[in-house]
């Protein structure tokens, strides 16, 4: 079955760096990839979309990219902020979406 | 616009009892998710509905039926709780690929 890998070990990082947070998959690869913020207490948010032929997306301060070949989303966040304090979650379009389990990010001020 | 709602936000039950959560959605999707979200195990899929009438077996489908009473409403039912089934449960919508997700039911099975 299709595993789906992101570092469980939470991101420490200062108030104005750059977040990289990566996504790893085994077997074959998806039709497009999302990456979704969970905040405790609440549900996941949608924030970005990378389909199988596209190498990079940007949304404002965020940028997701999408290799095939070494089966792996990475997903920036530049100037990071103290509320980018989340839990960032990966997930893969197969027949139904798949999620990863997660990686906490958090920003120091 | 509420988009996506789920009642109740918290249960706690006695082992073999049943009970129903209730999801609602407000923005026409076609697709509707349930999910549960334990921690270290991530987000599986439970059961879901990629149109009205429909419905079908996720990863974990086991001791858990669920009912698209209409395009609004997709329900998931535990007939005999038991003790591994306390988790948060989502549920979602979705047209486009995004999924848009409740706050989450909380869900205790002593």
């Known amino acids: 079955s299709q595993k789906i890998e992101q570092n469980s070990e939470a991101l420490n990082i200062q108030e104005g760096k750059t977040a990289t947070l990566t996504c790893n998959y085994t077997?074959?690869?998806?039709?497009?990839l999302q990456w979704y913020r969970q905040d405790p207490g609440r549900g996941p948010v949608f924030l970005l979309l990378?389909?199988?032929?596209?190498k990079e997306k940007r949304k404002e301060r965020l940028k997701v990219t999408f290799d095939t070949t070494l089966k792996q989303s990475l997903f920036h966040i530049t100037a990071s902020q103290p509320a980018d304090s989340a839990t960032y979650l990966c997930?893969?379009?197969?027949?139904?979406?798949?999620f990863g389990k997660g990686t906490m990010l958090l920003v120091s001020p | 616009n509420a988009g996506v709602t789920q009642t109740p936000k918290f249960q706690v039950l006695k082992t073999g009892q049943s009970m129903t959560l209730q999801c609602a959605q407000d923005?026409?999707?076609?697709?509707m998710y349930w999910y549960r979200q334990d921690p270290g195990m991530g987000l599986r899929l439970i059961y879901y509905?990629?149109?009205?009438?429909?419905?079908d077996k996720g990863e974990v489908p086991n001791g858990y039926n669920v009912s698209r009473l209409n395009k609004r409403e997709f329900s998931l039912r535990l007939e005999s709780a038991a003790p591994s089934q306390t988790s948060v449960y989502f549920c979602?919508?979705?047209?486009?690929?995004?999924?848009?997700f409740g706050e989450g039911s909380r869900l205790t099975v002593l």
């Open positions: 979602a919508s979705s047209e486009q690929g995004e999924l848009f």
């Open positions: 077997n074959y690869s998806p039709a497009y």
């Open positions: 990378i389909r199988e032929n596209e």
């Open positions: 997930a893969l379009r197969y027949s139904t979406l798949t």
């Open positions: 923005m026409n999707h076609n697709s």
């Open positions: 509905s990629a149109s009205e009438g429909t419905t």
